[in-house]
């Protein structure tokens, strides 16, 4: 079996880097003057290959070093003995195998290859990294008809390295359809775009969305020998929507090959006519929108300064209706609950669309649900459009609010209608719900009326991907909304057929299609280990720094997961268990005569140094952190909790027991 130049150079690399760890050469240097001195006779003068791999063979040296490189594996053995689980988490050595694709070959697949990229000018002054050194990376993400991808991380320059292909399956949708080879025209017909989303992500780990473009993938059927080869512009995103920001050499080719290409004159005409077709829709429905809007502000003057939001910009800069951000999005085995859906949303980063220049105004940007899922962070309406659209996937009747909260701050949350006119708000930044009673202002003020818990002031507008209201009550107080969406005179509702022509999937609009979420990478454990001892190692050189010494107690280290297990079920489900039995847990760890103190925080980053300067600004937990006394023993428990997406939710708990002194 030959292999390619550069495989053999990185398996090369790879044996190297083993022989090191082991210290194979240190190793086999002791053997060497051992054999020279005690075994060789007098008369041998010279030393031979052979006598000195049979002396490292005799010592078992040749047999450590082909375990530790797995080259052999019995299968008979591994069948026949199921090594027992260990009793802490333990992970494999062994790195994980790659794995065949298996192509089916009555299928049609698209190979989309990137070939490295030219002129990313801001990073024109960047230096070459050094070996092993950590510096800024740019990731690919790709969806196509429900498929998704990423790109190994390539450090940032001028002309990033990219070198990745990605094999698309293409197939038709309809029934009956499914195992049949798709044709050169049948796929002329599907116009899902390859959806593209540049990541950078910088030595702190933190993301940045740098641009988002959708490949027109169809001229490849009009290529000669089906293999086409395209320059991709991307522009920037926000206010950068109009700059350059980069070229990717992107490479083409239909597996199987095709029969029969189309000619360029064919497949030119499709997109004119898909063009035209959609820019007439979308002309169609924002003549609908004016006179809607019309109608709206004739009910009552005062209408003009409600929060009634009919279209918003995306990450591009184009306009979109609404409801087009809004698709019900079904989890499979990744969220089991609505509950945890709202919780998986939560643990999502939460960030401004950054604004360039001063002013204090807000930056609008709505981004497409891939942008939002690929760089886990982003605005608060990023967060209440991914709720609802996986809310309507557990079958509720779902909707975003866009209105207030204190201070008059634009804001969007979810709502959700009960079959028994019970309305929920749901906070897509926290996590919380909030049951919402109105008050009724022409009650005589002896009528005790509900105190509302929830922080939302006023209220626009609602919708779904089928659905917009405009609150046309004589006040959009929240407290006193009534939310009988049937009733015309308190909520203005658009023509469904009209939002169904520019919104639903599968038209030919250009609202993206919505990308299936992604199981997490993080293996909790792990993770929560490496914090955990990283935590320590700053605890303890902070305690030196003010000149105390640190002892750590590893067993009420161990006491404390079950309370950071309830938080995270409480955060989940509002419901709180557990407590009962950590309290006696830690009464028994902690002798007479010492007092305990423990606080917990929450994160939905894993840095570990940004974690610790955070818990610092607590006098609570600088208070354990620096504690003094007799007997001060220490302890820190870390539990990380993996979400799809890679999302993450982290609970520290640092605690400290000491001899009380009076």
Not at 190 to 196: G, N, R, S, Y
Not at 228 to 254: D, F, H, Q, Y
């Amino acid at each position: 079996m030959s292999l390619p130049p550069e495989k053999v150079s990185e398996l090369k690399q790879i044996i190297h880097q083993q022989l090191v760890k082991m210290d194979v050469h240190g190793r086999i240097r002791e053997v060497l003057a051992e054999t020279i001195r005690g075994e060789l006779a007098p008369e041998h003068q010279q030393l031979s290959t052979e006598d000195l791999i049979k002396a490292l063979r005799q010592r078992g040296i040749i047999d450590d070093v082909m375990k530790e490189l797995k080259f052999v594996t019995d299968v008979n053995e591994k069948e026949r003995t199921s090594a027992p689980k260990p009793s802490t988490h333990f992970v494999a050595r062994e790195p994980p195998v790659l794995k065949r694709t298996n192509i089916d070959p009555t299928r049609r697949y698209l190979y989309l290859q990137v070939l490295g990229g030219k002129a990313f000018l801001e990073h024109l002054q960047e230096p070459e990294p050094l070996p092993g050194q950590i510096c800024s990376t740019f990731t690919l993400c790709l969806h196509f008809r429900n498929q998704r991808f990423r790109s190994k991380p390539v450090p940032c320059a001028c002309e990033p390295d990219f070198r990745d292909g990605f094999l698309l399956e293409v197939h038709k949708d309809s029934l009956g359809d499914g195992s049949k080879m798709v044709d050169a025209t049948t796929m002329l017909s599907i116009c899902d775009p390859v959806h593209m989303v540049l990541i950078k992500t910088d030595t702190f780990g933190e993301t940045t969305l740098v641009a988002s473009y959708f490949l027109e993938w169809r001229s490849v059927l009009a290529a000669e020998n089906g293999i086409t080869n395209i320059a991709v512009e991307l522009l920037g995103v926000g206010t950068e929507s109009k700059v350059s920001v980069g070229v990717l050499n992107i490479r083409l080719e239909m597996y199987p090959q095709l029969n029969k290409t189309l000619s360029p004159e064919i497949t030119n005409t499709q997109f004119a006519l898909e063009r035209q077709k959609t820019a007439e829709k979308e002309r169609l429905f924002l003549v609908y929108a004016k006179q809607w809007w019309r109608e709206y502000l004739q009910i009552r003057p005062t209408h003009n300064v409600r929060l009634v939001k009919i279209f918003a910009q995306d990450e591009n800069g184009v306009n979109r209706p609404v409801c087009s951000y809004i698709r019900p999005l079904r989890a499979g085995r990744l969220l089991d609950t609505p509950r945890q859906a709202a919780r998986f949303v939560s643990v999502l980063g939460y960030e401004r669309a950054p604004v360039i220049g001063g002013g204090g105004g807000k930056q609008e940007q709505w981004c497409t649900l891939l942008a939002f899922l690929c760089r886990n962070q982003g605005d608060c309406e990023d967060h209440a459009n991914l709720l609802c659209s996986l809310l309507l996937g557990f079958g509720l009747e779902a909707f975003v609010c866009v209105g207030t909260k204190a201070k008059g701050v634009p804001h969007t949350w979810v709502m959700t209608c009960g079959t028994d006119g019970t309305i929920t708000f749901w906070e897509s930044l926290t996590g919380h719900r909030y049951i919402h009673r109105p008050i009724n202002p022409d009650d005589p003020p002896l009528v005790e009326q509900p105190k509302p818990l929830y922080p939302y002031r006023t209220i626009g507008c609602i919708f779904n991907h089928q659905k917009f209201f405009g609150n046309c009550q004589p006040s959009d107080a929240v407290e006193v909304c009534v939310f009988d969406l049937h009733d015309e005179s308190k909520w203005k509702p658009m023509s469904g057929e009209a939002i169904k022509s520019v919104c639903s999937p599968g038209t030919t609009s250009s609202v993206p299609p919505f990308p299936p979420l992604c199981a997490s990478t993080i293996d909790a454990a792990v993770t929560s280990n490496e914090i955990e001892l990283q935590l320590r190692i700053l605890v303890s050189e902070h305690r030196k720094d003010l000149g105390l010494s640190t002892v750590w107690d590893d067993h009420l280290s161990y006491l404390l997961s079950p309370a950071l297990a309830a938080y995270e079920l409480e955060r989940t489900t509002s419901i709180s268990a557990g407590n009962e039995e950590f309290q006696d847990a830690v009464r028994r760890a902690v002798p007479d005569g010492h007092t305990f103190k423990g606080f917990p925080i929450h994160f939905v980053y894993r840095n570990a140094r940004r974690a610790f300067a955070t818990c610092l600004r607590s006098p609570f937990c600088e208070e354990i952190i620096c504690c003094r006394g007799d007997q001060v023993r220490l302890a820190v428990r870390v539990r990380v909790f993996a979400y799809p997406e890679s999302a993450c939710a982290v609970w520290i708990m640092f605690a400290c027991k000491y001899r009380s002194v009076l």
